[in-house]
C-alpha cells in the first residue's frame, strides 16, 4: 500500500510540475487593456440534429458531421481534439447541453465556460467511466490548489443523452443533471475566489490516453488509448444559452458587449455597454450536414477559424495537430449532491508539446484557453491517491 502510494505521489509532483505557468489567454484585461467582450445580450437556442449553428466557430483541424443524433465530435488518433467555441458572450447566465459523451480509456469529453481572464466553468465525462461526470471551476488560471473537483453519479453518460446545465449568477454556480441539482457554489463561501467575468462556451472532445499524454493526466483518464476501437464519437444533440447580461436573470436583449473596467477581474467592474449584438441569433441555417476548419497557418494565440467571428476570439482548442489537456480538478465549498470531492483534472487542453494546460490552448487555436475543454493535472494525481488510500 505504501508503495503504491509512493509511485502515486510521484506522478502528482510530475503532474504538478507541468501545470505551472500554463494558462494561457490571448489577452488577459486583468493584465492589460483587451477588445470588448462581444455579448450573447439574449437567449439563444441550436439543435445539432439540424447541422451546423452559426454562433460557434470551428477550431482549427476540426471536422464535424451532423447527424439525427446531433454533431459528432470523432476521434481517431491522439492528435484529434474537434472543439468548437462561441464567438460572443455571457456575463452570467444559464447553459444547457443534451449530449452523449464518447467512450474508451482516455478519451474526454467537454463543455467548457471560460473568460478571457481564465475564470472557468466545467462539465467533464472520462469515457472509461460510465457511471458519472466531473465538475469543475477556476478563477483567474489559479492552479495553485487542486481541491475543487467533484464526481456526480449519473446513468451510463456514454451510451445514453442526458441533459446537462449550468447556471451560473454573482452569488452561485449551480450544477444540474436532468434538472436536478447535484451541486451548488456559494460565492460567498469561497471569498471572491468565484468566477465572475464574462464567458464563452467550448464544446469538445480530445485524447488524454496518448502515448505522449503526461502519466498523471494518463492515468485519470482511465489508461491508454486504445485506437484499434476507433472512432470515439461525441454527440452534442442540442444547447440552450441564455445570457444574463451582469444581472441574476435572462436578459432581453440590447446588450452589444462587455468591457473590464479595471483590471482586478471583478464583476462589479465590468461594463455592460448598451446597443445591437451582431447577429447570430443561433438558428441553423440551411448548409450541408457537414463542417470542418483546416488547421491554422497562424502561430499559437490566433488559429481562429474564421476571420468573421466577433473579435476572432472564438477559436478553442482542438487544433488538428495537438489534443488538448485537463484543466485540474478542484472543488471547493459548496455543496454537492452525491458528488465526491476530489482532485480529479477536468480538460481544457494541452500544449504543443503534448504537456496539459489548465485552458485547453493547442499550437494553431487560440490561446484563449480550454475546452476543453478544461486544465491539467494533478489529475491523475489526486484522484488515484485518493482511491489508494
Sequence with gaps: MFSKALSVATVAFAASAVVNAQTFTACDPTKKTCPADPAFGQSVNCDFTKGPCDIF????GTKLDYKNNGAIFSINSEHNAPTIATGKYIFFGKVEVEVQAAPGAGIITSTVLQSDDL??????????DNKQVQTNYFTKGDTTTYDRGAFHSVDSPTTSFHTYTVEWTSKAVTWMINGKTVRTLSSDAVKGKFPQSPMQIKLGTWCAGGKNSPEGTRIWAGGFTDFSKAPFNAFYKSISIVDYAGKDS????GVKEYV???RSGSWESIKVVAGTSSSDGGDNKDKDKSSSAGPSAKPSGSGDAKSDSPNNKAAATGAGSDAPSSTGMKTASGTTDGAAATDAPSSTGA???GKPTSTGVVSGASSMGSVGVVGLLMAGAGVVLAQVL
Excluded: H, L, Q, R
Design 57 to 60: 466557430t470551428v477550431a482549427g
Design 119 to 128: 475564470d472557468e466553468i466545467d462539465w467533464e465525462w472520462v469515457g472509461s
Design 250 to 253: 435572462p436578459a432581453k436583449g
Design 260 to 262: 473590464y473596467g479595471d
Design 351 to 353: 500544449s504543443s508539446t
